[in-house]
Structure formats: C-alpha cells, structure tokens
Nanobody, 125 residues
Framework: QVLLVESGGGLVQAGGSLRVSCAAS????????MGWFRQAPGKEREFVAA????????YYADSVKGRFTISRDNAKNTVYLQMNSLNPEDTAVYYC??????????????????WGQGTQVTVSS
C-alpha cells in the first residue's frame, strides 16, 4: 500500500509558476513509476506527466510539453511537478499516482494503482 499526499497547489496569475509536490509513504517509492494527472470540472481526468522509477525517463502531454517539468527525489520519497507559463486552461485538480514495478510511458489512469487526494491549481486570467 502506498499513501500519496499532494501539496503546493493554489491560485496564480496567468504566466506565473507553481510547483506541486507529492510525498509517498507506506511502500518502496523507488520501485514506483510516478505520474501526474489533472481533472477540470466536467472533464475526464487527463495525463499530464510521468517519470520512471530512476527518474531517467520522463513523458509529457503535448499540452504541457516545454512548460511543465516532472522530477523526483527518491531519497525524500517525493515527486514534483514544476509548472511554468501557466494559463487558465491549466486550472484543475492535480493528482499524483504511483505504478509499482511498471515501466514505459504510463499515460493511462488504468496503469496506476495508487492515487493521492489531489491539490487544486487555479490560474486567473
């Protein structure tokens, strides 16, 4: 069982930056590929970014490529999502997710076994 707790969400103006974090406990973090997803009101949860167990490989949705950066610190059991050049379309609840022992570009919600409770990110115009 892996417990995930997101933090760092908030309100930011368009063009601004924000970093959200996800702290993991209860399992072996270094054995988990990690991902970030987001869900806006009335929309399905969508893939944002993913990172391999070692951190050597990262994957991004086209909508955030070049603006967002996913990273992880296995010593701190934490994964991060640095978000730059934010726009109102990035407004959503952001969720982190863990996929133990899986490899590859994990872009589907079905590929993840554990989820955090989410953190709200609101970008004002």
């Amino acid at each position: 069982q892996v417990l995930l707790v997101e933090s760092g969400g908030g309100l930011v103006q368009a063009g601004g930056s924000l970093r959200v974090s996800c702290a993991a406990s209860g399992g072996t973090f270094s054995r988990c590929a990690m991902g970030w997803f987001r869900q806006a009101p009335g929309k399905e949860r969508e893939f944002v970014a993913a990172i391999s167990r070692s951190g050597d490989s990262t994957y991004y949705a086209d909508s955030v490529k070049g603006r967002f950066t996913i990273s992880r610190d296995n010593a701190k059991n934490t994964v991060y999502l640095q978000m730059n050049s934010l726009n109102p379309e990035d407004t959503a609840v952001y969720y982190c997710a863990a996929a133990p022992f899986r490899v590859g570009p994990l872009t589907s919600t079905r590929q993840y076994d554990y989820w955090g409770q989410g953190t709200q990110v609101t970008v004002s115009s």
